[in-house]
């Protein structure tokens, strides 16, 4: 059994993070949307989107690539409410770490990014879902490698 189609790193990949209130749709709202397509480590396109433009911006982004992220369940659940079908290719970085990392006690984006050697990024009054996408991308390149 083969945990990847193909090996994670020779094809783009998508990078996904949300901000929203609330643990769900049921109690909370999605506030913005943002991914970063990468390969090799080199970042493709990004893009930020607000609930209603998040449609059509990820599917033109994402095309067939596959999905990354961090607790990726509950951005999908949001994702859903806003009419984004997810790709059917998905990777939680938590989930990753869990079976890569056996030993990590704590699979938070942050602790992750810490254990693999990749320094925080700084928001600079931007984006929380993109300093968060942008970390993904990170953080996902050194678990793999």
């Not at 890569?100 to 006690?105: D, E, F, I, R």
């Not at 990024?121 to 996902?140: I, N, P, R, W």
């Amino acid at each position: 059994m083969s945990l990847f189609r193909v090996h994670p790193l020779d094809a783009p990949i998508v990078a996904l993070a949300v901000d929203a209130t609330g643990t769900g749709p049921d109690d909370g709202e999605l506030r913005s949307v943002a991914a970063v397509k990468f390969h090799a480590g080199r970042v493709i396109d990004r893009l930020e989107a607000s609930p209603a433009e998040a449609p059509l911006a990820l599917s033109v982004l994402v095309g067939d690539a596959p999905i990354v992220g961090h607790g990726l369940s509950r951005s999908v659940a949001f994702l859903a409410t806003a009419g984004v079908a997810a790709t059917p290719v998905l990777w939680d970085l938590s989930e990753l770490a869990a079976l890569l990392m056996p030993g990590a006690a704590d699979t938070s984006l942050e602790s992750l990014a810490g254990l693999l050697g990749v320094p925080p990024l700084e928001t600079d009054g931007g984006s929380h879902a993109a300093a968060h996408a942008d970390l993904t991308s990170l953080v996902y390149v050194a678990l793999i490698e």
